[in-house]
């Protein structure tokens, strides 16, 4: 071990099992460590490729999840201050928290429902099948489906989910026989327990679900798939990952010509290292991401690193996103078995004559009785409010998920009055649903109504979205290097040796679940930069 090292990181050193110096620059940085970041590190030590992994959170592990979703919440989620701007009803409800994601190593992935749709063909081509949309900055993305197909399969055995590659389905619990048999009323012909990325038996080392219902809470069991609990453990085995927790990355730094050459982090200890680095990916979330990238601005890149386009923290996307709970007049138990059990697909095509462009889909969802409090009706009271949980047993619940369009003005900006506990400027996240965004919720709100109308209802509720966690955009792809900040493989148009690897790459966000994508991208990511190195192309 370096002599380098501060005491809090030779403690965290007990988890890895390896330790490059801190002058090593022949290392490929990683900065941060969920679906992209995890990911990524797993692939390139699989092909002998040194890795520094920077968490800003904690080494969490499965034991040490608490099952009360308050107390998750706060062991989990990403704290630190952010602002909130926009007409969207978040910055209301939740003006400090626009996003709910994890601070911690595994990222977000420790906290996912697990559901891992595919994107559709028409999705990656959005501006060509939808056309011109006023207020959208809509762009086809630089690769297609066809492209993306084979890494989606290496995914899709990477996460083991359910109904692929002879993987079995979960088994159904009432929240989604509630779903299916409404499904069947109004016609819908694709709806099933999945694809989820939780084991309906014991694969590549996790163990079954034992339907406990605390996905959110983080996986005491370990049946569902994270970079914690999968990639990042196979990773230390190799002796080539040097995972340091902890660890919140401030700047990349750069050469006089203009490539990077390492990053600056703030230790545990309060203490400013840098480690020295041939490549550098960011995968720090649409959030931070961008802001890291804005405060690794300097003289020769004025406006943040890699954004000669302006379009580094542009085009936010979070989803379309509503809830509708239905009671019923005999016990549903939506909390038991898994949290996200189910869903349709029948509404995720592209149709205009509903009204919209795009599609969405609707997805069992069932939250504690703590968070159903907070977030069913943000500010509510009174005896209508407090009926919503005096039925509690009595009732299902779902999520309209859909693709919202990216607007030029939804973005991540440097809120320079406020600072972080590093004195750094926050993030402020800025939203105003789209035409097409409205009209998509209310049909997905209309559709739920009727499903559960459909087998008895007695009435349902529609809720507003949640904080984000399908935070999409803010670096995207593009084919030409004015039109966005990287390339089809990650790459950042201004900078060859700094790439993207999270969802902030995303063109547009389609309606699937982002996590499956994200890793089959940063899976096409690891061979496209590994051969780069063998011809010293970085």
């Known amino acids: ?18 330790r490059f110096e801190y002058d090593d620059d022949s290392v490929v940085v990683i900065v941060g460590s969920g679906a992209g970041g995890g990911t990524l590190a797993h692939e390139l030590v699989g092909k002998g490729i040194k890795v520094v992994l920077l968490e800003a959170g904690p080494y969490l592990k499965n034991e040490d999840y608490h099952q009360d979703e308050w107390a998750a919440f706060n062991q989990m989620a990403w704290l630190d201050p952010r602002t909130t701007s926009g007409s969207w009803r978040i910055a209301r ?13 595994g990222g977000t992935t420790t906290h996912w429902s697990g559901a891992t749709p595919r994107f559709k063909a028409h999705e990656f081509k959005a501006r060509t099948a939808y056309g011109r949309i006023d207020g959208a900055n809509l762009l086809d993305w630089p690769i297609t489906l066809a492209d993306l197909e084979p890494y989606y399969d290496r995914a899709e055995q990477k996460m083991g989910s359910t109904h692929r590659h002879g993987r079995p389905p979960l088994p159904a619990n009432n929240n989604y026989k509630v779903l299916a048999a409404g499904a069947e009323r109004l016609g819908y012909k694709h709806y099933s327990t999945g694809p989820y990325a939780t084991n309906a038996e014991p694969y590549d080392g996790r163990p079954a679900s034992i339907q406990d219902g605390f996905n959110f809470q983080g996986d005491k069991n370990g049946s569902k798939w994270s970079t914690m609990v999968s990639e990042i453990p196979k990773s230390l085995k190799t002796g080539l990952l040097d995972l340091r927790p902890d660890s919140h990355a401030v700047q990349v730094t750069h050469t006089a010509e203009g490539k990077v050459d390492g990053v600056n982090y703030i230790d545990a200890d309060g203490n400013v290292q840098r480690q020295k ?5 960011v995968a720090g979330n649409s959030i931070e991401t961008p802001r890291l990238l804005m405060l690794s601005a300097s003289p020769l890149f004025p406006d943040g690193l890699a954004n000669s386009s302006g379009q580094l923290g ?132 209309q559709q739920a109504s009727l499903l559960y109308e459909a087998v008895g209802a007695t009435s349902t509720h529609r809720t507003p979205p949640y904080p984000s966690t399908h935070n999409l955009g803010t670096a995207r792809m593009s084919e030409r290097r004015e039109d966005g900040v990287v390339n089809a493989y990650g790459q950042t148009h201004d900078v ?43």
């Not at 071990?1 to 390896?18: D, K, L, V, Y």
């Not at 400090?96 to 601070?103: D, F, M, R, T």
């Not at 369009?405 to 972080?420: H, K, S």
């Not at 040796?497 to 690891?526: C, E, H, K, M, Y």
């Open 1 to 18: 071990m370096s002599t380098q090292q501060t005491n809090t990181e030779q403690t965290n050193a007990e988890q890895i099992s390896a």
């Open 93 to 105: 409800d939740f003006p400090n928290l626009p996003a709910w994601i994890v601070k911690a190593v």
């Open 277 to 281: 680095a041939r490549i550098v990916a």
């Open 314 to 445: 542009r085009n936010y996307m979070r989803h379309t996103t509503g809830s509708v709970y239905a009671k019923f007049d005999q016990p549903v138990n939506m909390y038991r078995g898994e949290t996200m059990a189910g869903l349709i697909a029948d509404e995720s095509r592209h149709d205009v004559d509903r009204g919209f462009a795009g599609g969405y889909y609707l997805e069992t969802i069932s939250l504690g009785p703590a968070f159903l409090a907070s977030f069913v009706d943000p500010g509510a009271w009174g005896p209508d409010f407090t009926a919503l949980l005096d039925d509690y047993v009595n009732t299902a619940g779902l999520w309209v998920i859909g693709e919202d369009m990216p607007q030029e003005a939804n973005r991540i900006t440097l809120n320079t009055t406020v600072t972080d506990r590093l004195g750094l400027p926050v993030p402020n996240v800025h939203f105003d649903d789209h035409a097409n965004d409205v009209a998509m919720r209310d049909h997905g709100y």
């Open 496 to 538: 060859p040796n700094l790439f993207i690897s999270d969802g902030s790459q995303f063109t547009t966000g389609a309606a699937a679940n982002p996590t499956l994508t994200i890793v089959a991208l940063a899976i096409r990511q690891a061979e496209y930069i590994a051969d780069q190195l063998a011809t010293s192309a970085l």
